[in-house]
């Protein structure tokens, strides 16, 4: 790495499991965000931030008012532009030496795969089920970790789905298609910060996983109830029968 490199980082580095090696994964490593809301941008944020090299970043909207509530990485001076846009701005301005590639559509079938074979780990940060099940079988298909998410009221949980271990459930073990897709923000209302602490955990994993640093969130969903800021544990069995990675 370069001197200005060791000086940006120098807080992590001087952490015995990181170390310049560490931080090397991290500047070699490429993640998918997917979504710009108010998961994606502190977690896009915080992983700029922390020297990834190469951020995907995918979302098909354009910033309204009621989105600067929660998502930060946005602001009044980028209403209506789009939000891979306006992410890309803040995102640079963090760290200008972070790679973006901005995907202004919806990932889909073919695009969705071209986006996850690139990524090295792939952060959930969308708001609708059928999306997360596509993501869900494509990280299966090409065995990439995904960092799943999601916040609603004053609750949120994280937790990982590592495709390349074979004891780890998926996405797809824990939620069946056609639960509920108005479980959103716009139909039940979200806390900013509730939003901000999911998104950042998502990061901290994702950092973990690249640096093999700790223990991750695969096989356990991690629950918060911000009402009374407690979290909660649950332990994910695989489950056998799973239409997604049982075959």
Not at 19 to 33: E, H, M, R
Not at 112 to 127: E, G, P, T
Not at 204 to 219: H, P, R, S, V
Request: charged share 20%.
């Amino acid at each position: 790495m370069k001197d200005e490199q060791l000086l940006r980082f120098s807080r992590q580095i001087m952490l015995p499991e990181m170390d310049i090696a560490g931080q090397q994964k991290l500047v070699d490593a490429t993640v998918l965000v997917v979504g710009m809301g108010g998961l994606g941008c502190p977690a896009a944020m915080y992983l700029s931030a922390a020297g990834i090299g190469h951020l995907i970043i995918a979302d098909d909207d354009s910033v309204e008012l009621t989105n600067l509530q929660r998502q930060i990485a946005h602001s009044q001076l980028n209403l209506g532009e789009e939000k891979v846009s306006s992410a890309e701005q803040t995102l640079v301005g963090l760290n200008s030496e972070v790679k973006i590639t901005s995907i202004n559509s919806r990932l889909q079938e073919d695009s969705l795969d071209s986006a996850v074979k690139q990524a090295d780990v792939v952060v959930d940060a969308c708001d609708n089920f059928t999306t997360r099940f596509a993501i869900n079988r494509s990280c299966i298909a090409y065995s990439k970790p995904l960092v799943s998410g999601a916040a609603i009221r004053m609750e949120g949980q994280v937790a990982v789905f590592d495709s390349t271990n074979p004891e780890s459930p998926c996405y797809q073990c824990l939620y069946q298609e056609g639960d509920d897709d108005d479980a959103s923000c716009a139909h039940n209302g979200v806390m900013a910060p509730v939003v901000g602490i999911i998104g950042s955990v998502q990061a901290m994993e994702t950092i973990k996983i690249i640096t093999g640093i700790g223990d991750t969130l695969a096989g356990r969903l991690l629950l918060l109830d911000a009402t009374t800021m407690q979290w909660r544990e649950m332990r994910l069995p695989r489950d056998p029968n799973c239409y997604a990675c049982s075959s």
